[in-house]
C-alpha cells in the first residue's frame, strides 16, 4: 500500500510517480510506503498499527524516520521491486495513564510520550524511576520521555540528548525545570518511571503520545514496551551519517 500526504504537492506527485513505475507496491499487504514527513509517518503507525513494515519517502522537511530519495529515481524503483530494503525493529514507549475522572487508558509512542502543563501554571510532578523516588515535586513545564530513534524530535529541542536511533533506552528530559533543575538523564530497556501530578486540581496536565492527547491526568506510568514497529531503509542508508548531517551539524 503507498499512503501520501495529500495537502503536500511533493509527496502528492511522489505518490502517483510511485503508482506509475512501482504499481506492485499497491497490492502489498504487509508494506506500507509513507510519503510525507516524520509527523505524516507518525500519523500512518497510528492509524494503520504496527503489524505492517512501514517505508517511509522523504517529501518533508526533516524526514529523519524517512528514506531521502536524492535524484536516483530509477535507483529507488529497482529497490523497492527487488524489495532490497533492510527492516530494523525499534522498541515503543508505553504509558499507563490514570485520569482524574477515575478512568485509566495505556498509550503507545514510536517517538514519545509527554506530559505537559495545561494553563499559565507550572506543573508539580513527582519522579520515581523503578519505585526511587528521584523528584520529590518538580516544577517545570512538563517532562518528555522518548525512545532513541524519538530522542531526534522533541527531546532535543528541549535540550535533551540526540541519540543514535538504534540504541535500546529510554530518555527522560524535563521541559524548562525551574527548581531543581533537573538534567536529562537515559535509562536502560527494563526501567519503570513513574510520575504523579500534585495538585492536579489546580495544575492540570495532559499527555500526549505521538501527538494525540489525553486530558486530566493525575499519575502516569512509562516504559519501553514489547510492542516494536518495523521501518524499512533503502540501500545505502546510515543512520550515524543521517544524525550528523540533520541533526548535529544542521
Known sequence: MIVSNQRDK????THKRLLGDVP???DDPDLIVAVGGDGFMLHTIA???????????NAGHLG???NDIGDDWQRVCTALRERTWTAHQFPTVQAKVWCADGSQTELTAVNDVYLERCTGQTARLALSINEHRVVEALTADGIIFSTALGSTAYTFSAGGPACHPT???LSVTPMCPHRPRLSPFALP???TAR????????RP??????????ENVIAVEVGLGDTEVTLAYLPGHDFTAQMIRKILAA
Open 47 to 57: 492509524r494503520h498499527g504496527f503489524k505492517p513494515t512501514y517505508l517511509g519517502i
Open 167 to 169: 540504541l535500546q533506552m
Open 205 to 214: 496536565i495532559r499527555a500526549v503520545a505521538d501527538g494525540s492527547p489525553v
Open 189 to 191: 530497556r527494563d526501567a
Open 10 to 13: 511533493t509527496a502528492s506527485q
Open 64 to 66: 529523519f524516520l524517512l
Open 195 to 202: 510520575v504523579d501530578v500534585i495538585h492536579h486540581e489546580k
Open 24 to 26: 506492485e507496491l499497491e
